[in-house]
Nanobody, 125 residues
C-alpha cells in the first residue's frame, strides 16, 4: 500500500507564506497526478490545486490562483504547495491526494483514490 504524508502546516499571519509538502511512498510517484484539497470546519472538502503526472500542466481553484503554486519533484517523490498572501479564509486542513495512474486531474475529490492524513494551516487576521 502506498502512503501520502503531508507536512509544513502551521500558524501564520495574514499576508504570510507557507510551503506544504506531500511525500509519497510505495508507488511509482511519477505515474500519478496529484492534487491538494482543503477542508475547513463544518465545510466540504474543496479543491485547491493539481498537477499532472508529467508535471507539465497545473490546475487551480479561482480562490487561490495567483497566490498558490503547485509543483512536484518526481526524483524526491514529493509534491509541494507554495502559498503566498495567505488570508484568514485559507484556514483549513490541507490534504494531498493522488489519482489512479495516468489519470488527468479534476476538481472532484471522488476522482482521487489515495489521500494523506492532512496538515493544519491556520491564518490569523
Amino acid at each position: 500500500q502506498g502512503q501520502l504524508v503531508e507536512s509544513g502546516g502551521g500558524l501564520v499571519q495574514a499576508g504570510g507564506s507557507l510551503r506544504l509538502s506531500c511525500a509519497a511512498s510505495g508507488r511509482t510517484f511519477s505515474d500519478y497526478s496529484m492534487g491538494w484539497f482543503r477542508q475547513a470546519p463544518g465545510k466540504e472538502r474543496d479543491f485547491v490545486a493539481a498537477i499532472w503526472w508529467s508535471g507539465g500542466n497545473t490546475l487551480y481553484s479561482e480562490s487561490v490562483k495567483g497566490r498558490f503554486t503547485i509543483s512536484r519533484d518526481n526524483a524526491k517523490n514529493t509534491v509541494y504547495l507554495q502559498m503566498h498572501s495567505l488570508k484568514a479564509e485559507d484556514t483549513a486542513v490541507y490534504y494531498c491526494a493522488a489519482t489512479p495512474p495516468f489519470t488527468r486531474v479534476t476538481m472532484i475529490p471522488q476522482d482521487y483514490g489515495y489521500w494523506g492524513q492532512g496538515t493544519q494551516v491556520t491564518v490569523s487576521s
